[in-house]
């Protein structure tokens, strides 16, 4: 896929590459090649530019953040992406996971509940040339069934517990991916769909921004 950007934080981000994701185990090469691949830069607002490839999250308004590098490898890695798997991201945020889904072939939807968020990813994705994104706006927690059932279904933000309308939209043979735990720490599971039953694995321990809607946390009073 063509990424219309030039490359002027190359050594940043090869450093990134070693150093907080070879390290750390991320070994997959189709993995790597993408966040090799995908311009960070490019989804950190402008007085963040200098910090894009370091080992954490960043702010991108809306009290909002774009994830560490090491943990959109990490579930990137847990999804199993391969060209044609039609996957699901809920929390759009800056667009960056959704740039490094459609990098390695997949199909994918990405809901964003705030409005500004989900309308710069969209620009920002549709500038970068990623026309394949499709961006919603709304409350991933209840998935979003015209675009079902999914190989995969990543979701970039806390939760509870797994919302059971992304269980039901996943394919056979498919796999969620999510932080669950409490508001402030979480585990990123990967629970594995076959045959109506579900297997679920404990990987990293994480701290995402939660999960806000139907089948998530509730949104606190003024919100
Ligand atoms: N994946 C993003 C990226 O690459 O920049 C980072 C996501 S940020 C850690 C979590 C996002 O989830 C926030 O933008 C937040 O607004 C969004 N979010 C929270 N609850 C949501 C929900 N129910 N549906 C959709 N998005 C939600």
């Known amino acids: 896929m063509a990424m219309k950007s030039t490359n002027p934080f190359e050594s940043d981000r090869r450093a990134m590459i070693d ?3 070879r390290r750390r185990g991320i070994r997959e090469p189709r993995v790597l090649e993408a966040m090799d691949a995908v311009p960070r830069h ?10 894009a490839y370091e080992d ?47 990098h390695l ?5 990405t809901i964003e509940r705030n409005s500004r968020l989900s309308e710069e990813a969209r620009a ?14 709304g409350d991933g927690t209840r998935g979003y069934p015209p675009g079902a059932p999914y190989n995969a279904i990543v979701v ?47 990987l990293d321990p994480c701290q995402f921004v939660p999960l806000v809607g139907e089948h998530g ?7």
């Open 217 to 223: 946390w509730p949104l606190k009073e003024g919100g």
């Open 156 to 202: 970039t933000a806390g939760a509870p517990g797994p919302p059971q309308a992304l269980l039901d939209q996943l394919a056979d043979g498919g796999r969620l991916v999510i932080p669950i735990g409490g508001l402030r720490q979480q585990i990123l599971q990967v629970i594995f769909k076959h045959e109506g039953q579900y297997a679920v694995r404990d």
């Open 56 to 102: 954490r999250p960043l702010p991108i308004g809306e009290s909002e953040t774009i994830s560490q590098p090491y943990m959109v490898a990490a579930m990137t890695a847990a999804a199993r992406i391969d060209p044609g798997h039609r996957v699901l991201e809920v929390g759009t945020g800056s667009g960056y996971q959704a740039a490094i889904l459609a």
């Open 105 to 109: 072939g997949a199909r994918v939807v």
């Open 124 to 137: 920002r994705l549709a500038r970068l040339g990623l026309k394949d994104v499709v961006v919603i706006t």
């Open 42 to 51: 490019e989804f950190v607002p402008a007085e963040f530019l200098p910090e």
């Open 19 to 21: 150093r907080q994701l």
